[in-house]
């Protein structure tokens, strides 16, 4: 048997989010003293007596993942956390709370994927699902009904970066007698960014795909919550429905959630300034981006976000063909879905991303183009973008 290492232990609820990046949830190894987890590759453990062991079987538990778990959980202001095999089953675990007859007010924004599950899987078991301009108080006030059980907020959402009000909602929600769950999709943000829980809401997703894994190269989904009884339910999704990740993209998660503070600066001050830069082309219609002053809801993102992102749309003059030239005509900006990756990445939503809202309420104009925003040097971000507008 390994002999068992001493472990120096602190106290990671006094720590800033710097260092709960790096440190909550993750100890070193108790066995060898490894300062990374380890990757437990392993589907079964042994255990000493029948029914006495702190890991059983796998989709049940790993302690790869549980490190992951415990971080997501420390860097939202949360009690729990849970990791899921992608984004889309992160949301999909989320969902199960409700019950046929129950009503979800969703953002009028959302990801293709977040429309495609409400509409086109949910709604077959009788989950209604509606969508609102979350930006609007008075409209979602209106759109709530009596048996709106959960308000389902992207912000910012994907790919029109509106930003919604996350504690003015809560304190709505709060003035109704159902009292409906708030979910926050904080993807776009990251909790580096913004921390809906400390907001009011109730439930935080993310695709861990994007910003937390930060390199490309993980499919991952986290949930943070405060509620006890709440975090039992979808503890018990979580297992009973298998969409677990594998013990090594929890682990390459874990990699990117390190730097993820150093990587949000500079994601976002390089946005910052590629938005500005466009916003001054003669070639570009309009520019999207919550930390310039021409964004409809600027104040609300100064008040609640700490860095305002990496993700910037755009229009451009002369309609969907102009727009696939230029996103066909960069170099350094690839032709790519996804996003929050060190690397920077264009695409065109209505042809891409967001092709399942087509013919809907949600449908996404074909000359918008969406970019995520590396951390490359910026003059050779806005070099690139220069060349792909002014080429003839």
Not at 14 to 25: D, K, V
Not at 67 to 92: P, T
Not at 232 to 244: C, E, S, W
Request: net charge neutral; charged share 20%.
């Amino acid at each position: 048997m390994p002999r068992k290492h001493v472990v120096r232990t602190h106290t990671i609820r006094r720590m800033n989010f710097e260092t709960l990046a790096i440190h909550a949830g993750q100890p070193p190894d108790p066995a060898y003293g490894a300062v990374m987890t380890p990757i437990y590759q392993t589907s079964t453990y042994a255990q000493n007596k029948i029914g006495e062991a702190a890991y059983d079987y796998a989709r049940t538990a790993n302690p790869t993942r549980t490190a992951l778990q415990d971080c997501i959980a420390a860097l939202e202001g949360g009690k729990h956390g849970l990791a899921f095999a992608s984004g889309m089953a992160a949301i999909d675990c989320v969902i199960r709370l409700l019950r046929p007859g129950d009503h979800v007010l969703a953002s009028n924004d959302v990801y293709g994927g977040t429309y495609r599950i409400f509409k086109r899987v949910y709604e077959d078991y009788g989950v209604q699902a509606s969508f609102v301009e979350m930006s609007d108080l008075d409209a979602v006030r209106a759109a709530m009904r009596p048996n709106t059980r959960m308000i389902w907020i992207e912000t910012p959402t994907n790919p029109l970066l509106k930003v919604a009000d996350i504690a003015a909602i809560a304190h709505l929600r709060d003035a109704v007698r159902a009292a409906p769950q708030i979910v926050v999709d904080n993807t776009f943000a990251s909790p580096y960014a913004q921390q809906p829980l400390k907001l009011g809401a109730d439930i935080v997703v993310h695709s861990a795909t994007k910003y937390l894994g930060g390199h490309s190269d993980v499919v991952n989904g986290l949930v943070a919550l405060n509620d006890d009884a709440t975090f039992a339910r979808l503890k018990f999704l979580q297992n009973a429905v298998g969409a677990v990740p594998g013990p090594f993209d929890c682990f390459l998660v874990l990699r990117g959630i390190k730097t993820l503070h150093v990587r949000m600066e500079r994601h976002s001050a390089n946005a910052m300034a590629v938005a500005a830069w466009l916003e001054s082309h003669p070639r570009v219609e309009r520019v999207i981006y919550p930390g310039l002053p021409s964004h409809p809801q600027h104040a609300i993102a100064r008040r609640q976000m700490r860095v305002f992102g990496g993700m910037v749309s755009f229009v451009v003059k002369g309609g969907p063909e102009a727009a696939r030239r230029v996103a066909e005509g960069t170099k350094l900006f690839a032709l790519a879905e996804s996003l929050g990756g060190v690397e920077s990445l264009i695409e065109l939503p209505a042809a891409m991303t967001h092709m399942s809202v087509a013919n809907s309420p949600l449908e996404v104009s074909p000359a918008l183009i969406r970019l995520s925003v590396g951390i490359e040097h910026v003059d050779d971000l806005i070099a690139d973008l220069k060349e792909a507008l002014e080429a003839r």
